[in-house]
């Protein structure tokens, strides 16, 4: 029971839209959407992550190479599998947590790039989360 009160806090988000902020393609956004419909940009990141998240997005982890397809292969080689990402907010700054599971153990990597571990888990299509509550404070009806 403890458990479903604990999932009950955060909403599950999946990328929508990848796009830049500039014309010269410096910045990335993106928007991140939930189930029912509300959603937020963000952005304040490299415009070379958001062109990996549209390749990723559109099934394409191999044509260059990168360094999630890096982790990806290191990952592979020791039966490491990314679970599920957490998005969270340390300041003024979205970070996350990347949960994996390995050999019937698990084990966290703290506080990394939300861009980076967003894009990660773009590449292996794993859930994204947020605290319910930073999500309705940052999400806007689309």
């Known amino acids: 029971m403890q458990e ?3 999932e009950d806090e955060y909403v599950y988000v999946k990328v929508t839209k990848v796009g830049f902020a ?3 393609g410096a910045q990335g956004v993106l928007v991140l959407t939930a189930e029912d419909g509300r959603s937020f ?6 415009g070379e992550v958001a062109e990996y998240i549209a ?3 559109r099934g394409d982890r191999v044509s260059v190479p990168s360094v999630y397809k890096m982790i990806a292969e290191l990952a592979d080689s020791q039966s490491l599998f990314l679970t599920e ?9 979205l ?3 990347l949960y994996f599971s390995c050999r019937g153990s698990s084990f966290v990597l703290r506080n990394y790039r939300a861009s980076d571990s967003i894009a990660l888990a773009t590449y292996y299509d794993v859930p994204i989360k947020m605290k319910k509550k930073l999500f309705d404070r940052l999400a806007t009806q689309v």
């Open 85 to 93: 990402v957490e998005v969270y907010e340390r300041g003024n700054v």
């Open 22 to 24: 500039d014309p010269e």
């Open 55 to 57: 390749r990723f997005q």
């Open 41 to 46: 940009p963000m952005s304040a990141f490299s």
């Open 95 to 97: 970070r996350a947590d």
């Open 4 to 6: 479903d009160k604990k």
